[in-house]
C-alpha cells in the first residue's frame, strides 16, 4: 500500500510540475534558513561546554558601586581563591587567570605581537579541560618564568609542537621556558589562550589586598553542590576579609556603603552562561546576547510556519482540480483515511526532497554565515547525529503539519457533489486561508520594519557627535617598544607633513574596559566612603584634548610649563556632577596608595562629556592624570595621501634605534575601531535584511501560487467580463483587490508588535532614535508593492488570455 501511494504521489508531482515546483522550493527556503539559524543557536548554546565539568564550574564576578558609581567585572581579588580552598569543603579547586595583554615574541630578528597572552596558575588544568599535546600538566606551570604555548603558536615559533623544553624571549626583556603545548581552544569558548605565563613568581599573585580586582577566578564545586551555595560563600568571605580593609582605608562599612545607594560584593556566573548572560564590562572577548537566540529562533520558526502556509494554501487552492479525483477514488471504495494517508505520504516526500535541497544550500551558504554572524561553523557541523536527526524530524513534521489539513479537507469530499461539479471553487470565501496570507505579510512586515528601525539606529550611531574627533586619527599601538625615544617618536611624527597633531595615552574612547583601570578618589583625605566613588581612571599628556579634538566645559588643559600639573587631574561633566561641586576648579580629590596612603590630586579642568566605547551606555564619571607613559599614540592626519603619511610614521618608528630592527608597527585608524563596537549590531542588521528577505520570498511564492489558482477557477468569469468589455487593468484589479486588503489587515497586525520589539531593542542605547511613523507607513508600501508586483504579473497574464479559449474550457 505504501508503495502504491510513493507511486501515486510521484505521479502528481510529475503532471503539476510548476505546483511542485512553488512548494518544494518554498519548503526548501525555508528548512534551509531554519537549519541555518539552528547552527548559528547551537553554536552560542555550547560555549565552554567542551569543559568536562563545565556543568560545575563557576566564575566570580565583583560589583562595586560607591554613591552611585561602579560596574561589574570579571575579575576579583587575588587572595580570595586562597581562602575558598582553605574555609569550603564543597570547594573542590580553585584557579585564576589575568590577562596579559598582547605580548610580544621574539623569532630571530623579528619580534610579533602576539594576542591572547594569559598569566595562570598552576592548577589550571585541574579545573578546565586542557588537553596537552605535550608536557606534564601536574608541573606545568610550577616554576618561575615558565609557560605554556598552543599548538599553532608552536608550529609558528617552531614547524612542530614537540617543543618541551626550549624558549622564547617574551616582551624583550624575559625568557620563557616552554613546559608544555596545549590543543588549539574550539571557537566556542568564552576565553581563548595562545599563552600561558605562570602566576609562580608574580607578585600580584601573592597579594593579600582584597579592594584590588585584578584576577579571574573559577570555582569548580564538588558535584551536587549549587551555584547559590558559593553565592553564600562569597557573601561571608566578603564580609570577613574585604569589609575590614575597607573600613581601614575608607572609614565605611558595607552597611555604610549600602545607605547611600552603595554596593560591594562577589557573585558567581556558571561558565556555560558567561558567553550569552555575563554583564560583565570587562570580558577578554566579545560576549554574545541571549536575546538575538532568542530573536533569530522565532524567526527560524516563523519561516518554516510561512513554508507551512503555503503548502497548505496551495493544497486547498487547487482543492478543485483534484475533487473529481477524490470522488472517483471514493466511488471505488477508498475510505477517508487511505486519502488522507495517500495526501499526507506526498505532503512527507515533498518536504523530505526539500529537505535534500535544504541541506544543499545550507552548505554552500555556510561561508557566508560565518561571515555574517562572525562565526566558525564548519561543513562538519552537518555529521552531527543529533542535528541530522532533528533536521529529519523537522521536514518530517513540516510534511505532516503542512499536509494535515489539506488532507482532511480534500478526503471529506461527497462523491455525488463532486461528480456533479456542485463543489465551490477552492480559493473564495476560505477565511482560513486568508488567515495564513494575513499570517504571512504580518511577519514579513514586522521583519521590515525592524531592519528599518536598526538601520537607522546604527546610522544614528556613526552620525552622532561623540565629543571627540575620529576621523583620519591614526592609533600608533605598542608604544612602550620605544623605551626612552617614545617623546623623541613623536616629536618627529609631528614633523611630518601631513600630520597636525598627536598624543600619548593610555586609552581611547574606542578602548575597552581591560585598556584602563576604574579606581577609587574621594573627596576627603579620610576616604571615607560618603564620600568616593569609583572613577574610570586615564593617562593621557598634555596634547592629548587638543589633538582628539574634546573641549573643556570650565578650567583648563594640562600644560607642559607647569611642573605642578603632575598631581593634577581633569575630570568629566559626568564626574563634575556626582561630586556635587559648584565649582569643581581646585577643589582636591584623593586616591589611595598601600604606601602613601591617601594621595591629594587638585582639579585644574573640566572636560567635556565623550563618549567611551558603546553608546549603549551614557559617559562614566572619569579622572584624567597627566603622564607621558601610555601604550599607544594617536596622530591626527589632513592629507590627501594618507598611504604616504603612513609610510613616513612608519620609517620613524623603526628608525628610533638599531635595536628596533624587526619590531613590529601596528597602528590602526580610530573610525575603523568605533565601527568594531558596533559589528555585532551590524552583523544583526545585515541578518534581519537576509531573514526579511526570505520571509518575503516565501510569501511571495505563496501568493504567486493563489493567484495563478485563483485565476485559473475564474477563467470562465474573466472571458465573460473580457467579452462584456472589461480592460486588462478591470481584470487585474479584480484579482489583486483582496490581496491588497490582506495586506493592509497584515499592517494594522504588525505595526504594534514591530514597534514594541524594537521599542524594547533601543533601550539598550543610552542614545537612540525615535520610532517614527513613517517607518510603519514605508514597510507596508514596501510589503504592498512586493505583493502587487507577485499578484499583477500572473493576473495579467490571465487577463491577456482570449476569452474564447476560457469560454471553450467547458
Same mark, same amino acid.
Given at each position: 500500500?505504501?508503495?502504491?501511494?510513493?507511486?501515486?504521489?510521484?505521479?502528481?508531482?510529475?503532471?503539476?510540475?510548476?505546483?511542485?515546483?512553488?512548494?518544494?522550493?518554498?519548503?526548501?527556503?525555508?528548512?534551509?534558513?531554519?537549519?541555518?539559524?539552528?547552527?548559528?543557536?547551537?553554536?552560542?548554546?555550547?560555549?565552554?561546554?567542551?569543559?568536562?565539568?563545565?556543568?560545575?564550574?563557576?566564575?566570580?564576578?565583583?560589583?562595586?558601586?560607591?554613591?552611585?558609581?561602579?560596574?561589574?567585572?570579571?575579575?576579583?581579588?587575588?587572595?580570595?581563591?586562597?581562602?575558598?580552598?582553605?574555609?569550603?569543603?564543597?570547594?573542590?579547586?580553585?584557579?585564576?587567570?589575568?590577562?596579559?595583554?598582547?605580548? !610580544?615574541?621574539?623569532?630571530?630578528?623579528?619580534?610579533?605581537?602576539?594576542?591572547?597572552?594569559?598569566?595562570?596558575?598552576?592548577?589550571?588544568?585541574?579545573?578546565?579541560?586542557?588537553?596537552?599535546?605535550?608536557?606534564?600538566?601536574?608541573?606545568?606551570?610550577?616554576?618561575?618564568?615558565?609557560?605554556?604555548?598552543?599548538?599553532?603558536?608552536?608550529?609558528?615559533?617552531?614547524?612542530?609542537?614537540?617543543?618541551?623544553?626550549?624558549?622564547?624571549?617574551?616582551?624583550?626583556?624575559?625568557?620563557?621556558?616552554?613546559?608544555?603545548?596545549?590543543?588549539?581552544?574550539?571557537?566556542?569558548?568564552?576565553?581563548?589562550?595562545?599563552?600561558?605565563?605562570?602566576?609562580?613568581?608574580?607578585?600580584?599573585?601573592?597579594?593579600?589586598?582584597?579592594?584590588?580586582?585584578?584576577?579571574?577566578?573559577?570555582?569548580?564545586?564538588?558535584?551536587?553542590?549549587?551555584?547559590?551555595?558559593?553565592?553564600?560563600?562569597?557573601?561571608?568571605?566578603?564580609?570577613?576579609?574585604?569589609?575590614?580593609?575597607?573600613?581601614?582605608?575608607?572609614?565605611?562599612?558595607?552597611?555604610? !556603603?549600602?545607605?547611600?545607594?552603595?554596593?560591594?560584593?562577589?557573585?558567581?556566573?556558571?561558565?556555560?552562561?558567561?558567553?550569552?548572560?555575563?554583564?560583565?564590562?570587562?570580558?577578554?572577548?566579545?560576549?554574545?546576547?541571549?536575546?538575538?537566540?532568542?530573536?533569530?529562533?522565532?524567526?527560524?520558526?516563523?519561516?518554516?510556519?510561512?513554508?507551512?502556509?503555503?503548502?497548505?494554501?496551495?493544497?486547498?487552492?487547487?482543492?478543485?482540480?483534484?475533487?473529481?479525483?477524490?470522488?472517483?477514488?471514493?466511488?471505488?471504495?477508498?475510505?477517508?483515511?487511505?486519502?488522507?494517508?495517500?495526501?499526507?505520504?506526498?505532503?512527507?516526500?515533498?518536504? !523530505?526532497?526539500?529537505?535534500?535541497? @535544504?541541506?544543499?544550500?545550507?552548505?554552500?551558504?555556510?561561508?557566508?554565515?560565518?561571515?555574517?554572524?562572525?562565526?566558525?561553523?564548519?561543513?562538519?557541523?552537518?555529521?552531527?547525529?543529533?542535528?541530522?536527526?532533528?533536521?529529519?524530524?523537522?521536514?518530517?513534521?513540516?510534511?505532516?503539519?503542512?499536509?494535515?489539513?489539506?488532507?482532511?479537507?480534500?478526503?471529506?469530499?461527497?462523491?455525488?457533489?463532486? /461528480?456533479?461539479?456542485?463543489?465551490?471553487?477552492?480559493?473564495?470565501?476560505?477565511?482560513?486561508?486568508?488567515?495564513?496570507?494575513?499570517?504571512?505579510?504580518?511577519?514579513?512586515?514586522? /521583519?521590515?520594519?525592524?531592519?528599518?528601525?536598526?538601520?537607522?539606529?546604527?546610522?544614528?550611531?556613526?552620525?552622532?557627535?561623540?565629543?571627540?574627533?575620529?576621523?583620519?586619527?591614526?592609533?600608533?599601538?605598542?608604544?612602550?617598544?620605544?623605551?626612552?625615544?617614545?617623546?623623541?617618536?613623536?616629536?618627529?611624527?609631528?614633523?611630518?607633513?601631513?600630520?597636525?597633531?598627536?598624543?600619548?595615552?593610555?586609552?581611547?574612547?574606542?578602548?575597552?574596559?581591560?585598556?584602563?583601570?576604574?579606581?577609587?578618589?574621594?573627596?576627603?583625605?579620610?576616604?571615607?566612603?560618603?564620600?568616593?566613588?569609583?572613577?574610570?581612571?586615564?593617562?593621557?599628556?598634555?596634547?592629548?584634548?587638543?589633538?582628539?579634538?574634546?573641549?573643556?566645559?570650565?578650567?583648563?588643559?594640562?600644560?607642559?610649563?607647569?611642573?605642578?600639573?603632575?598631581?593634577?587631574? /581633569?575630570?568629566?561633566?559626568?564626574?563634575?556632577?556626582?561630586?556635587?561641586?559648584?565649582?569643581?576648579?581646585?577643589?582636591?580629590?584623593?586616591?589611595?596608595?598601600?604606601?602613601?596612603?591617601?594621595?591629594?590630586?587638585?582639579?585644574?579642568?573640566?572636560?567635556?562629556?565623550?563618549?567611551?566605547?558603546?553608546?549603549?551606555?551614557?559617559? @562614566?564619571?572619569?579622572?584624567?592624570? !597627566?603622564?607621558?607613559?601610555?601604550?599607544?599614540?594617536?596622530?591626527?592626519?589632513?592629507?590627501?595621501?594618507?598611504?604616504?603619511?603612513?609610510?613616513?610614521?612608519?620609517?620613524?618608528?623603526?628608525?628610533?634605534?638599531?635595536?628596533?630592527?624587526?619590531?613590529?608597527?601596528?597602528?590602526?585608524?580610530?573610525?575603523?575601531?568605533?565601527?568594531?563596537?558596533?559589528?555585532?549590531?551590524?552583523?544583526?542588521?545585515?541578518?534581519?535584511?537576509?531573514?526579511?528577505?526570505?520571509?518575503?520570498?516565501?510569501?511571495?511564492?505563496?501568493?504567486?501560487?493563489?493567484?495563478?489558482?485563483?485565476?485559473?477557477?475564474?477563467?470562465?468569469?474573466?472571458?465573460?467580463?473580457?467579452?462584456?468589455?472589461?480592460?486588462?487593468?478591470?481584470?487585474?484589479?479584480?484579482?489583486?483587490?483582496?490581496?491588497?486588503?490582506?495586506?493592509?489587515?497584515?499592517?494594522?497586525? @504588525?505595526?504594534?508588535?514591530?514597534?514594541?520589539?524594537?521599542?524594547?531593542?533601543?533601550?539598550?542605547?543610552?542614545?537612540?532614535?525615535?520610532?517614527?511613523?513613517?517607518?510603519?507607513?514605508?514597510?507596508?508600501?514596501?510589503?504592498?508593492?512586493?505583493?502587487?508586483?507577485?499578484?499583477?504579473?500572473? @493576473?495579467?497574464?490571465?487577463?491577456?488570455?482570449?476569452?474564447?479559449?476560457?469560454?471553450?474550457?467547458?
Amino acid at each position: 500500500m505504501i508503495r502504491n501511494y510513493i507511486k501515486i504521489a510521484f505521479r502528481n508531482m510529475a503532471r503539476h510540475k510548476g505546483y511542485f515546483a512553488i512548494n518544494v522550493f518554498g519548503l526548501a527556503i525555508g528548512l534551509a534558513v531554519c537549519l541555518m539559524i539552528s547552527l548559528f543557536v547551537i553554536d552560542e548554546l555550547s560555549y565552554d561546554k567542551y569543559n568536562v565539568n563545565a556543568d560545575r564550574i563557576y566564575r566570580v564576578n565583583s560589583f562595586i558601586r560607591i554613591n552611585g558609581s561602579g560596574e561589574v567585572s570579571r575579575d576579583s581579588p587575588a587572595p580570595l581563591a586562597g581562602k575558598l580552598m582553605s574555609d569550603y569543603p564543597d570547594v573542590e579547586q580553585v584557579t585564576r587567570i589575568t590577562n596579559g595583554g598582547n605580548m !610580544l615574541v621574539l623569532k630571530g630578528n623579528e619580534t610579533f605581537v602576539e594576542p591572547n597572552a594569559f598569566f595562570a596558575d598552576p592548577n589550571i588544568f585541574k579545573v578546565f579541560s586542557l588537553h596537552l599535546i605535550n608536557g606534564d600538566a601536574k608541573t606545568a606551570l610550577n616554576q618561575p618564568n615558565t609557560m605554556i604555548i598552543s599548538a599553532s603558536v608552536a608550529q609558528k615559533y617552531f614547524k612542530s609542537t614537540d617543543v618541551t623544553g626550549k624558549t622564547l624571549k617574551v616582551d624583550n626583556t624575559t625568557f620563557y621556558k616552554i613546559t608544555g603545548v596545549i590543543e588549539d581552544m574550539p571557537a566556542t569558548s568564552h576565553v581563548h589562550f595562545n599563552f600561558l605565563k605562570t602566576t609562580v613568581g608574580i607578585p600580584e599573585s601573592t597579594s593579600d589586598f582584597w579592594l584590588n580586582n585584578n584576577f579571574a577566578t573559577y570555582v569548580l564545586l564538588r558535584p551536587g553542590v549549587i551555584g547559590e551555595k558559593l553565592n553564600g560563600y562569597l557573601k561571608t568571605m566578603a564580609h570577613k576579609y574585604a569589609e575590614p580593609q575597607l573600613v581601614n582605608i575608607a572609614h565605611s562599612s558595607f552597611a555604610d !556603603l549600602e545607605k547611600n545607594g552603595g554596593a560591594f560584593t562577589y557573585s558567581s556566573i556558571p561558565l556555560t552562561k558567561i558567553h550569552l548572560y555575563s554583564n560583565a564590562t570587562d570580558e577578554a572577548e566579545p560576549s554574545g546576547d541571549v536575546r538575538y537566540v532568542y530573536i533569530f529562533s522565532i524567526i527560524g520558526i516563523i519561516i518554516i510556519a510561512i513554508a507551512c502556509v503555503n503548502f497548505t494554501n496551495l493544497s486547498t487552492a487547487r482543492s478543485s482540480g483534484r475533487a473529481k479525483e477524490v470522488g472517483v477514488r471514493k466511488v471505488l471504495g477508498s475510505d477517508k483515511y487511505s486519502l488522507i494517508a495517500q495526501f499526507l505520504t506526498e505532503s512527507v516526500i515533498t518536504s !523530505l526532497i526539500a529537505l535534500v535541497i @535544504a541541506v544543499s544550500i545550507s552548505v554552500l551558504c555556510l561561508p557566508y554565515l560565518n561571515q555574517l554572524a562572525g562565526k566558525n561553523i564548519t561543513i562538519g557541523s552537518f555529521n552531527n547525529i543529533g542535528l541530522f536527526a532533528a533536521a529529519l524530524a523537522i521536514a518530517i513534521i513540516t510534511g505532516i503539519l503542512a499536509g494535515l489539513y489539506p488532507a482532511f479537507f480534500l478526503s471529506a469530499f461527497e462523491p455525488i457533489q463532486v /461528480l456533479k461539479g456542485r463543489l465551490s471553487a477552492g480559493f473564495k470565501g476560505s477565511w482560513l486561508r486568508n488567515s495564513l496570507v494575513v499570517f504571512q505579510f504580518t511577519a514579513a512586515i514586522v /521583519l521590515i520594519v525592524c531592519t528599518m528601525v536598526i538601520y537607522n539606529q546604527l546610522n544614528y550611531i556613526r552620525n552622532k557627535d561623540l565629543g571627540y574627533n575620529r576621523e583620519q586619527m591614526v592609533v600608533i599601538k605598542n608604544a612602550y617598544a620605544l623605551g626612552s625615544h617614545a617623546k623623541a617618536f613623536k616629536q618627529e611624527v609631528l614633523q611630518i607633513p601631513g600630520v597636525v597633531a598627536g598624543a600619548r595615552s593610555g586609552a581611547l574612547p574606542t578602548s575597552n574596559a581591560n585598556d584602563y583601570n576604574h579606581n577609587a578618589f574621594s573627596k576627603d583625605a579620610s576616604m571615607n566612603a560618603a564620600g568616593a566613588m569609583v572613577f574610570t581612571d586615564w593617562i593621557i599628556d598634555s596634547d592629548f584634548i587638543p589633538a582628539m579634538g574634546m573641549k573643556m566645559a570650565s578650567g583648563r588643559n594640562f600644560s607642559r610649563y607647569m611642573p605642578t600639573d603632575s598631581s593634577g587631574v /581633569l575630570i568629566n561633566e559626568t564626574a563634575a556632577s556626582l561630586l556635587g561641586y559648584k565649582n569643581p576648579l581646585q577643589q582636591k580629590l584623593y586616591d589611595y596608595d598601600n604606601k602613601a596612603g591617601a594621595v591629594p590630586h587638585q582639579v585644574i579642568g573640566v572636560v567635556k562629556d565623550f563618549n567611551v566605547g558603546s553608546l549603549r551606555e551614557k559617559p @562614566a564619571p572619569m579622572v584624567m592624570r !597627566l603622564a607621558n607613559g601610555g601604550d599607544r599614540f594617536v596622530f591626527k592626519i589632513k592629507s590627501a595621501d594618507v598611504h604616504g603619511v603612513m609610510k613616513q610614521i612608519e620609517a620613524t618608528y623603526h628608525a628610533m634605534d638599531s635595536k628596533m630592527a624587526g619590531q613590529p608597527f601596528l597602528y590602526s585608524f580610530l573610525d575603523d575601531d568605533f565601527n568594531k563596537i558596533y559589528q555585532s549590531d551590524q552583523r544583526t542588521g545585515k541578518l534581519f535584511v537576509i531573514f526579511a528577505f526570505f520571509t518575503i520570498l516565501i510569501a511571495c511564492l505563496g501568493l504567486f501560487g493563489l493567484i495563478t489558482y485563483a485565476a485559473e477557477q475564474r477563467n470562465k468569469e474573466i472571458g465573460i467580463r473580457k467579452v462584456l468589455g472589461a480592460t486588462v487593468a478591470n481584470i487585474t484589479t479584480l484579482l489583486s483587490v483582496d490581496f491588497v486588503k490582506l495586506v493592509l489587515i497584515s499592517t494594522v497586525i @504588525a505595526s504594534p508588535i514591530a514597534w514594541f520589539a524594537m521599542h524594547r531593542w533601543l533601550q539598550g542605547f543610552a542614545y537612540r532614535v525615535d520610532i517614527s511613523g513613517w517607518t510603519f507607513v514605508l514597510a507596508a508600501l514596501t510589503a504592498l508593492v512586493i505583493a502587487l508586483s507577485t499578484v499583477s504579473f500572473q @493576473a495579467i497574464k490571465a487577463a491577456l488570455v482570449n476569452p474564447v479559449k476560457s469560454l471553450r474550457s467547458e
